[in-house]
């Protein structure tokens, strides 16, 4: 499968398109003044980490944090993001931190995970009306854009690919028609 397909298959499962798509098919090589001095700390890739830790949580599978999905972020946006993007992605951090600190009086790294859970499904629903009525020249939403990411980040890892979705290391022969039973976990490409 080459990288084209892959990209549509994950757009499917977003239900749209991926912001920076373009620069995944290019091989990443967007390079921009922004992302030239884009500098992330640990202490951000932390946060990243813990927001997609809350969106996909251990479980009986691994979760964001274990796939290391901040770093991911931090790659992916840095490298590959245009400018415009970036900017958004980078201020978006603030503006979750400081949504999160009016909603419950502390930060999104201080709140317990029931109240980051509670929040982010909050931010979501905020993110899905934003992009019902915005217009082809508006950014898209910060959060979307973590939120991609992070499933991205996640099934395209060790992990994810290999732990949460069923995986064969080396497939045997050509089945064209797989019987499906309700509960199976989907397939890794």
Not at 79 to 96: A, I
Request: hydrophobic content about 35%; some cysteine.
């Amino acid at each position: 499968m080459n990288r084209r397909d892959a990209l549509s298959r994950v757009a499917l499962l977003f239900g749209g398109s991926i912001i920076g798509a373009e620069a995944f098919l290019s091989g990443c090589k967007t390079a921009t003044k922004y992302g030239a001095s884009m500098n992330f700390t640990p202490d951000d890739i932390a946060y990243l980490n813990e927001i997609a830790e809350t969106i996909l949580p251990a479980t009986n599978t691994p979760g964001a944090k274990e796939a290391k999905v901040g770093e991911f972020m931090t790659v992916m946006v840095k490298d590959c993001y245009e400018e415009k993007d970036q900017k958004t992605f980078m201020e978006g951090m603030g503006k979750l931190d400081e949504a999160c600190q009016k909603k419950n009086s502390k930060s999104f790294m201080e709140s317990s995970p029931a109240e980051r859970h509670d929040f982010l499904v909050a931010l979501d629903k905020e993110a899905k009306d934003y992009q019902k009525s915005k217009k082809a020249e508006d950014p898209s939403h910060y959060f979307t854009m973590m939120k991609q990411l992070t499933l991205t980040g996640y099934f395209t890892s060790e992990p994810g690919a290999t732990k949460a979705l069923r995986y064969v290391a080396v497939p045997g022969r050509y089945e064209g028609c797989i019987p499906y039973k309700k509960g199976d976990k989907a397939w890794a490409t």
